[in-house]
């Protein structure tokens, strides 16, 4: 029986080519651009999840009054968690170095960005792969340091690098006790590089750099027993931030489950940019909104070809066919199409998947052998095979023979159902239409807009060296000897960047609790250079020897925020830093 459904769904497809084509290729781009939108919004969503304590593992988030929520700590906030609190399975914390640390084996060293200083907890809390070593020992030794398997490579080549040693900005001799695999893309955080951060005090030059409660520069995450009530231990937060830090305290503490970070969180002091839960939604919207039109499109050209086969019923009902026979026979060939569909959309997802990963940065795949995607992809097919062939299916297999032979049946309710999906298929199209214009308009915004200074033939070299640090008017003097340079200044980072919050008192504060900033140091040149407009005032000057610890430039938002009504008035206020 079998045989004989797929031998006459073949032989009609066959002999209505015209309308398998068109419906093929309907079917196979909306297949494969709802694939590519699922593979994405899979991709968000897996964010952190591979970690083994990924339900019960949250980051500290430390709140102050007048300052956004920031994702750093305190040091010794971890170890303190750990022994006060029978909840706190585990913690940890992080550091990243304020300046690209200089790791280096022998002549040869690069400059790493993705260096971070960790305790001996991290791989108890974090669940990332060992190629070699002992995760429970791995950042035991003050000296220690872990390599991913990129920069283990990079550093030692085919050699095992376990019990070798490396120079951290060349005074510091870690030893190599364990090598990664590489991080997955979807963790909220990547490294090339960990080292103890029992080293700190040594590197930094700061003995109390891992005690202090005043360097908020931290990263802390913490591991709850599994049967542990989050929002009981949340709220003794708010008691061990009094205790710490006295009873008028403005500090507060709260919790941010890990796998919310990637999707929920846009904290001050993120280690790397976050994406927004609000795209997951726009992306699962366009996925279902094409399927959608791929389906009403084939429903609609099925039922119109399916009404010519009235005559087709009555003869088979007349020589003995039952309803469910039909119905098995109409549901098979729409089955089949929309499988041939699937096949076609894989490839042409293949093939789109290279030029979507550019576009969005990112490094999706199918994977054929896992079992989540390839059923996900069969259940769309099998989905968008009945919703297309039901109706069809159901209501010409319901035509008495002998009404069907006599006369043409249900060409009226068919045409109703097909002006019926058409408007639904145009609205769809319409706000799809309406959301890409829009996408494009901010798109181009985004890369429009004027920001405020000059991008355009602006070289931006980050100086590592601590020798040419001590030295930058020699190194801008060298720079603008050169005829291609018209301006050079320096300064600790660029407009836009995250930037230390600084305290700052405004002559005449009405309140006690000051204000937290965040100050960027320049010089003189550095509104020229960046093409930077002053509202009021003056630039800073190098004829005025003052200036150099007696001047500072505000601008408009951070006047407003200290509590002066403009410019004018804030122009020869003290502020004490």
């Known amino acids: ?291 959608l039109l791929a389906c009403i499109n084939y429903t609609n050209l099925a039922t119109a070809r399916f009404t010519r086969r009235t005559k087709e019923v009555g003869i088979r009902k007349v020589v003995g066919a039952r309803r469910r026979q039909l119905v098995a026979q109409f549901l098979g060939e729409s089955l089949l199409l929309t499988l041939l569909s699937v096949l076609a959309a894989v490839v042409l997802l293949e093939l789109l998947l290279p030029a979507f990963n550019t576009l969005v940065g990112r490094r999706l795949a199918f994977d054929a052998a896992g079992w989540g995607l390839p059923a996900l992809v069969i259940g769309v097919a099998l989905a968008a095979g009945l919703l297309a062939g039901s109706y069809p299916a159901f209501y010409l297999s319901s035509f008495r023979p002998e009404a069907v032979l006599r006369t043409r049946v249900g060409s009226r309710r068919s045409a109703a159902l097909r002006r019926a999906l058409v408007v639904v298929q145009f609205a769809t199209a319409i706000v799809l239409l309406a959301g890409t214009a829009v996408l494009l308009r901010q798109t181009d915004f985004l890369t429009s807009q004027k920001l405020g200074f000059a991008q355009d033939q602006v070289l931006v070299l980050p100086i590592r060296d601590e020798q040419v640090k001590q030295r930058p008017e020699a190194l801008k003097q060298a720079f603008r000897a050169f005829p291609e340079v018209r301006h050079a200044a320096a300064s600790t980072a660029l407009p836009g960047q995250p930037m230390p919050a600084t305290t700052l008192r405004p002559e005449g504060a009405l309140r006690d609790e000051p204000f937290r900033l965040f100050v960027e140091w320049i010089d003189d040149a550095y509104l020229s250079t960046l093409d930077v407009p002053l509202v009021a005032g003056r630039n800073f000057s190098a004829s005025l020897p003052t200036d150099a610890n007696e001047a500072v430039l505000l601008n408009e938002s951070a006047v407003a925020d200290l509590g002066w009504a403009g410019p004018d008035e804030a122009l020869g206020k003290t502020v004490n830093i």
């Not at 066959?14 to 196979?28: H, S, V």
């Not at 899979?42 to 970690?51: G, I, K, T, V, W």
């Not at 080549?157 to 120079?167: L, S």
């Not at 001799?173 to 080293?199: I, K, M, Q, R, Y």
Request: charged share 20%.
């Open 1 to 291: 029986m079998l045989r004989n459904y797929l031998k006459i769904a073949f032989r009609t497809l066959r002999q209505n080519r015209g309308y398998a084509l068109i419906n093929l290729f309907g079917l196979t781009v909306g297949l494969a651009c709802c694939l590519v939108l699922v593979l994405f919004v899979q991709d968000e969503l897996s964010y952190d999840r591979f970690h083994a304590n990924a339900d019960h593992t949250y980051r500290i988030v430390r709140q102050n009054q007048d300052v956004d929520a920031s994702v750093t700590t305190e040091a010794p906030l971890a170890a303190t968690l750990t022994a006060t609190y029978p909840e706190v399975a585990h913690a940890t914390h992080l550091f990243r170095y304020w300046f690209t640390p200089l790791v280096s084996r022998g002549d040869e060293g690069f400059y790493e960005e993705d260096f971070f200083f960790t305790d001996a907890h991290f791989f108890d809390v974090f669940s990332f792969d060992f190629v070699a070593g002992d995760p429970a020992t791995a950042l035991d030794a003050p000296d220690a340091i872990v390599l991913t398997e990129s920069a283990a490579r990079k550093y030692f080549w085919d050699e095992d690098p376990i019990g070798k040693t490396v120079q951290v900005n060349v005074a510091h001799e870690f030893t190599v006790t364990g090598v990664l695999e590489d991080p997955p893309h979807n963790s909220h955080f990547s490294f090339d590089v960990l080292a103890s951060s029992a080293s700190l005090p040594a590197v930094m030059g700061r003995a109390d750099v891992l005690e202090s409660w005043s360097l908020g520069a931290f990263p802390t995450y913490v591991v709850l027993e599994e049967n542990a009530d989050p929002a009981a231990f949340e709220a003794k937060l708010g008691g061990f931030a009094q205790q710490q830090f006295g009873a008028d305290t403005a500090t507060r503490y709260f919790m941010q489950p890990l796998t919310d970070i990637h999707l929920y969180s846009h904290y001050r002091g993120e280690i790397e940019a976050n994406s927004d839960v609000r795209y997951v939604y726009v992306m699962a919207f366009l996925a279902f909104a094409i399927l």
